[in-house]
């Protein structure tokens, strides 16, 4: 992981600088070992490493130059990736970039990989465009299955097995690479590269996505014109402390997670 003592050659050998059409430059995070099925911004098999935004498409004739020497050459005053963006550097990429530097650096002081898929999580879930209004925080433990989980967002939404819907991680939607469907809806799709719901457990998923607070879950439904509901990570919970929010007074639960609380318009 990279902290914040490292040195420019380290940040160098991680990140090159994308250079093609545009007005801006593009980060690529070369220490990115998903493949291109797993990542959504996936540069190809041609083009190894992850580009740390979705904005814009691609050129087919890029140019790759490292981090160091890209701000040599643009006369850019900075040592990494602190402060905004310079002008010929993307924005979002410059901010994705910066943000999952201070993750891995928050994961590393806390130890937390230890902790992953020991530990219980507040999920609070919003549906896109009503954030404000309405949100629901769900509970679960680390065995409590996608399963349980979809049978709990469905109570507080209007969805049901009319509604085709399918489970992913951060910002993923119609590109899920969890691929998690509710198992009715598994066995109609007929199509073994999905996951049964009732298979996949929270443990499962928090060590797949390193799963921590403010990481994010996504659900998309109907997939014809899809619309998507999100979880932010609220809160970690340690196993002791599970068992008492669990215990308390919850609005409605299965065998191992509950909603604890809401805000409805």
């Known amino acids: 992981m990279i902290s914040k003592s490292d040195t420019m050659s380290e940040l160098t050998d991680r990140f090159v600088i994308e250079i093609g059409s545009g007005t801006v430059a593009h980060i690529i995070d070369m220490d990115a070992s998903t493949s291109e099925d797993d990542n959504r911004f996936s540069l190809g098999p041609s083009a190894p490493g992850e580009k740390m935004c979705s904005r814009s498409s691609r050129h087919p ?3 790759r130059v490292p981090f160091s020497e890209f701000l040599a050459q643009n006369e850019i005053d900075k040592e990494g990736f ?3 963006a310079p002008d010929e550097i993307c924005s979002y990429c410059w901010s994705n970039t910066r943000d999952a530097l201070a993750d891995e650096q928050e994961r590393a002081d806390d130890d937390v990989s230890e902790r992953i898929g020991t530990v219980g999580y507040r999920l609070r879930w919003k549906q896109k465009g009503r954030a404000r209004e309405e949100w629901y925080d769900i509970v679960v433990r680390p065995e409590t299955t996608m399963a349980e989980l979809d049978r709990l967002v469905c109570r507080f939404t209007t ?15 119609l590109d899920s690479s969890l691929n998690v469907l509710p198992d009715h809806q598994y066995e109609q799709a ?3 590269s999905y996951t049964r719901a009732s298979e996949v457990t929270i443990e499962d998923v928090a060590e797949r996505a390193g799963l921590w607070e403010s990481d994010r879950l996504s659900l998309v439904y109907d997939f014809g014109t899809p619309s998507h509901y999100y979880c932010i990570v609220k809160e970690v919970y340690e196993p002791d402390r599970l068992d008492e929010v669990l215990d308390d007074d919850v609005i409605t639960a ?3 997670a509950a909603i604890i609380k809401e805000k409805r318009p």
């Open 159 to 173: 969805l049901d097995d009319f509604h085709l819907r399918m489970y992913g991680l951060e910002d993923e939607y």
């Open 254 to 256: 299965t065998d191992t």
């Open 190 to 192: 007929g199509d073994r």
């Open 82 to 84: 602190e402060g905004d």
């Open 61 to 63: 004739r890029y140019r």
